[in-house]
């Protein structure tokens, strides 16, 4: 009984090269591999990106309405950027203005 395993195995082990070397030859002829679920995924992950970013504004804004009525919202500041940033209360601070329009302001 173990000679025939052994047989069986041996056979196996020998003839396993020609699996291969039949995908070899196969492989270059496949079709390659599809982008459509990448770039969709991107482009899903885009527009779920620009829907929060409209709920985020508008919900700034409903706050700002309910505590200053009547008033015109000031633009939002930026959500992830803690840098220096030029616009305050919706206008151009004066150290950042020309010379000229820093004198009529």
């Excluded at 982008?35 to 970013?53: E, I, Q």
């Excluded at 919202?73 to 840098?83: L, T």
Aim: net charge neutral; aromatic share 20%; proline share 10%.
């Amino acid at each position: 009984m173990s000679r025939h395993f052994w047989r069986w195995y041996a056979d196996r082990q020998f003839h396993k090269w020609e699996k291969t070397v039949l995908w070899d030859m196969v492989e270059p002829y496949r079709p390659p591999r599809s982008f459509a679920p990448l770039v969709g995924t991107y482009v899903a992950a885009f527009y779920t990106g620009v829907v929060g970013a409209a709920v985020t504004e508008q919900l700034y804004k409903e706050k700002y309405w309910e505590e200053h009525p009547g008033e015109a919202v000031p633009i939002m500041p930026p959500k992830f950027y803690w840098g220096p940033w030029r616009v305050m209360n919706g206008e151009v601070p004066r150290f950042i203005q020309s010379p000229e329009e820093a004198k009529t302001a």
